[in-house]
């Protein structure tokens, strides 16, 4: 189920939505990823070292071709995209926020998804319907949403590493699900909302974990994580670069009061509190 929208931004664009792809990788090197940065961040301690070089965005990968998606590609296993363009056509042809519209990829329980470029229109992107991986996947103008996480397990483990998203109006990964969210190593320009655990879904999950961890970050945007305070979700955010936010007007974290009836969510406080929103003034850098 994907969440009823909250107040959405619009960005200027010189054409109609486009979305991309995200792409995984193998899942062993991917799982590993996921652990050591689950364990670098289970606290809501200490900035990374001051030392340590800030990483290069990697650079937007070129399509080795276009492939056009009438039907959700499901997934079970590992999918290689091998850097094709997919491209929703028919019933997956809309790029727009119309709800309950289908994926592109419906990733099953320990699937991964790898270097796939999600050209427009791409629907809803990607579904995991249990623990997943997304390596390399990247999203050129984000539809609906970029992804969206299901699984109704807490010991669920949903990772991104790598890959990037342009052009969200609203939000780029839904976490309608149970258990944990881990992005790392992604890049998001003009957007609305990097990750947002669901603020009104009928059905609602408590301790949702959301670990944003070397990810770079370009204005325009509104918000790099919300989450639901009210149902103990928690954000640690670390080694998180923006840059065009002069004027800082992209809130890192925002406390939301979820529900389970439909109602807009109702705004708590932002920044960080030692509590939910995890992280300190040396996690951000701005450029």
């Known amino acids: 189920m994907t969440q009823r929208p909250e107040a959405r931004v619009r960005h200027r664009r010189g054409r109609v939505k486009r979305r991309a792809?995200?792409?995984?990788?193998?899942?062993?090197?991917?799982?590993?990823?996921?652990?050591?940065?689950?364990?670098?961040?289970?606290?809501?301690?200490?900035?990374?070292?001051?030392?340590?070089?800030?990483?290069?965005?990697?650079?937007?990968?070129?399509?080795?071709?276009?492939?056009?998606?009438?039907?959700?590609?499901k997934v079970t296993g590992t999918y290689d995209g091998k850097y094709q363009r997919f491209r929703g056509t028919g019933a997956l042809g809309g790029d727009g926020q119309d709800e309950g519209q289908d994926p592109v990829f419906q990733l099953a329980d320990g699937a991964v998804l790898k270097n796939v470029i999600?050209?427009?229109?791409?629907?809803?992107?990607?579904?995991?319907?249990?623990?997943?991986?997304?390596?390399?996947?990247?999203?050129?103008?984000?539809?609906?949403?970029?992804?969206?996480f299901k699984g109704t397990s807490a010991s669920a483990v949903y990772t991104v590493h790598g890959g990037g998203a342009r052009h969200a109006s609203d939000k780029v990964f839904q976490f309608n699900g149970a258990g944990k969210l881990v992005v790392t190593r992604f890049q998001v320009s003009d957007f609305g909302k990097l990750v947002r655990t669901c603020g009104n879904c009928s059905?609602?999950?408590?301790?949702?974990?959301?670990?944003?961890?070397?990810?770079?970050?370009?204005?325009?945007?509104?918000?790099?994580?919300?989450?639901?305070?009210?149902?103990?979700?928690?954000?640690?955010?670390r080694k998180v670069r923006i840059s065009g936010d002069g004027g800082r007007k992209i809130t890192p974290c925002t406390r939301f009061q979820g529900n389970s009836t439909g109602a807009e969510p109702k705004v708590l406080g932002t920044g960080p509190d030692g509590t939910h929103c995890r992280y300190t003034a040396a996690d951000l850098t701005y450029k």
């Open 118 to 148: 999600l050209g427009t229109p791409a629907a809803d992107g990607v579904h995991c319907l249990g623990s997943c991986t997304l390596r390399n996947v990247w999203w050129e103008d984000v539809g609906e949403d970029a992804a969206t």
């Open 21 to 73: 792809v995200i792409g995984g990788a193998a899942a062993f090197g991917l799982l590993g990823t996921a652990v050591v940065t689950t364990t670098m961040l289970s606290s809501a301690g200490a900035a990374p070292s001051a030392s340590a070089p800030a990483p290069a965005a990697a650079s937007w990968p070129t399509a080795t071709g276009n492939r056009s998606v009438g039907a959700t590609i």
């Open 203 to 237: 059905t609602q999950y408590r301790d949702r974990q959301v670990i944003i961890h070397d990810v770079d970050v370009t204005a325009p945007g509104k918000s790099i994580v919300g989450i639901n305070a009210n149902y103990g979700d928690t954000a640690a955010l």
